[in-house]
């Protein structure tokens, strides 16, 4: 791994790329082998970025929660295989497992009935009395938020308490894991200002931005439903940290997200079983994306690089393993694991990019691992 290269090009994000504030952290086999950190907190450049800087880090957060339902189903005996509907009465969809629910082929992205976001039961009546617009076996299609409360839902209905807390109590504390779904009050003084994105979409975004920009397509209305936090100040104030929401709402530092990742991919003994990482790093479904506009690949719960009929990676925002896994957050926010080479890797940052996926200042240090 090129360590000196990973620096300069981390150094050079802030002199060529337009970063503001970011940290960089890379494990390997259960130890952090690079942690970087540098910037500043807040558009003004008052506050200087340092490696316990905390930063909201959007659909970032899905992984982690993935991984909390999934600890939780262990528990009891149940795992990806298991109905939904065991589980959760009301769910609208009978037969569907919780396979097929982490990775988007439920039909559920977009609300019929308009709820807010800070509204859990609003949310979840609204999708047990809703149809489909899908079914597994009919595709998939990435749910940016109602994924969350689904997710949520059944840990509460389960565990008598939320996905947030028993992911703060159960998994991130024993770890030392400085990420949290709720952020405490008592960390809200190291939270970074997001800033909005200045750079006009790529190319690869410009047919995602053309349907969101679309009031009626699918793609508008997944990632405006619930409504609320759909502006960046609102991300920036307490209470959208303070609600733990699974699919949006996590706030951590690039170590603590790599660390996860750690724990994800078995680097690190944890609560997480075999089975649990398993679920994690193993194909689901690939294929066009319904709401994302392209091909993606899900785990339950994460992401990996769609291949081609050859077997080869049509991109690597994951590196070259095969076996890596990970999600990304809006705006540049990125962590994986990479199971067949014990690395696991996490870039935060504060300046907002208009990408969906990862951009130039995460993908150029991807690039670097191997």
């Known amino acids: 791994m090129d360590l000196q290269g990973l ?7 802030f002199t060529e790329r337009g970063e503001i504030g970011a940290s960089l952290s890379i494990w390997k086999d259960g130890q952090e082998i690079l942690g970087l950190a540098d910037g500043w907190c807040d558009r003004g450049k008052t506050r200087p970025w340092d490696h316990d800087t905390l930063i909201p880090v959007y659909s970032a957060t899905k992984a982690p929660a993935a991984a909390t339902l999934l600890h939780v189903l262990s528990k009891r005996g149940l795992d990806e295989e298991s109905l939904v509907s065991e589980v959760w009465t009301g769910f609208p969809l009978d037969a569907a497992t919780f396979g097929e629910m982490l990775s988007h ?8 009935k308009s709820a807010d976001v800070f509204d859990h039961a609003g949310v979840i009546a609204s999708i047990e009395n809703q149809e489909p617009e899908w079914v597994p076996g009919q595709g998939h299609g990435y749910h940016p938020r109602t994924l969350g409360f689904m997710l949520d839902e059944c840990v509460r209905k389960l565990e008598g308490k939320t996905l947030g807390q028993v992911w703060n109590d159960e998994i991130a504390a024993p770890l030392d894991i400085d990420f949290w779904i709720g952020l405490p009050e008592e960390m809200h003084g190291r939270v970074a200002e997001l ?23 699918p793609t508008r209305r997944a990632f405006t439903s619930p409504r609320g936090l ?9 209470g959208a940290w303070l609600a733990g929401l699974p699919a949006m709402g996590g706030v951590g530092t690039a170590h ?8 994800a991919i ?3 003994d944890s609560p997480f079983s075999s089975s649990v990482r398993e679920a994690l790093g193993t194909l689901q479904i690939s294929g066009e994306d319904k709401v994302l506009l392209r091909e993606t690949a899900f785990t339950c719960g994460c992401q990996k690089d769609p291949v081609d009929a050859d077997g ?6 994951y590196g070259k393993s095969q076996a890596a896994f990970g999600h990304p957050g809006a705006g540049g926010s990125h962590g994986f694991g990479d199971p067949a080479s014990g690395v696991s890797f996490a870039y935060v940052m504060n300046q907002m990019e208009l990408n969906v996926m990862p951009g130039e200042r995460c993908t150029g240090l991807v690039a670097l691992l191997d």
């Open 7 to 13: 620096k300069d090009y981390f150094a050079a994000n």
């Open 266 to 268: 078995g680097a690190l």
């Open 105 to 112: 082929q439920c039909g559920l992205a977009a609300l019929v």
């Open 256 to 263: 603590g997200l790599a660390k996860f990742y750690q724990a």
């Open 195 to 217: 800033i909005p994105g200045r750079t006009k979409p790529s190319e690869l975004e410009k047919g995602f931005y053309g349907a969101f920009n679309n009031p009626d397509s």
């Open 312 to 317: 080869e990676k049509k991109r690597h925002l």
């Open 230 to 238: 759909h502006a960046i100040a609102e991300m920036n104030a307490p």
